[in-house]
């Protein structure tokens, strides 16, 4: 049974950084394509980045350019983002996914509970 669980989230100043994990069971997470999603208060979701399976590519939404990175350890089965330089808008519960294939127009079949980010003074 695949299983997702986030944290790291919290309350942090606009300017500051934060670094979310995702650990992952139930599957051999070094196979599979891997998705951070966001969803702000009253929005819809929001994918955020990816990290493709296999090579060191990853992928961003455009306002998170430059600002948040995503990883993966494979011997730990574990995601990463990190967020630096946070922004009120980048506020949201934060969500780990994996994809059940290679590829961006695969489907995320997966997702885990959510670990909220507050960005706020």
């Known amino acids: 049974q695949v299983h997702l669980v986030e944290s790291g989230g919290g309350l942090v100043q606009p300017g500051g950084s934060l670094r979310l994990s995702c650990a992952a069971s139930?599957?051999?997470?070094?196979?599979?394509?891997m998705d951070w999603v966001r969803q702000a208060p009253g929005k819809g979701l929001e994918w955020v980045s990816t990290?493709?399976?296999?090579?060191?590519?990853?992928y961003y939404l455009d306002s998170v350019k430059g600002r948040f990175t995503i990883s993966r350890d494979n011997a730990k089965n574990t995601l990463y983002l990190q967020m630096n330089n946070l922004r009120p808008e980048d506020a949201a519960v934060y969500y780990c996914?994996?994809?059940?294939?290679?590829?961006?127009?695969?489907?995320?079949?997966?997702w885990g509970q959510g670990t909220l980010v507050t960005v706020s003074s």
């Open positions: 139930g599957f051999t997470f070094s196979n599979y394509w």
């Open positions: 996914a994996k994809r059940n294939g290679a590829g961006l127009d695969f489907a995320m079949d997966a």
């Open positions: 990290s493709r399976s296999g090579r060191d590519i990853t």
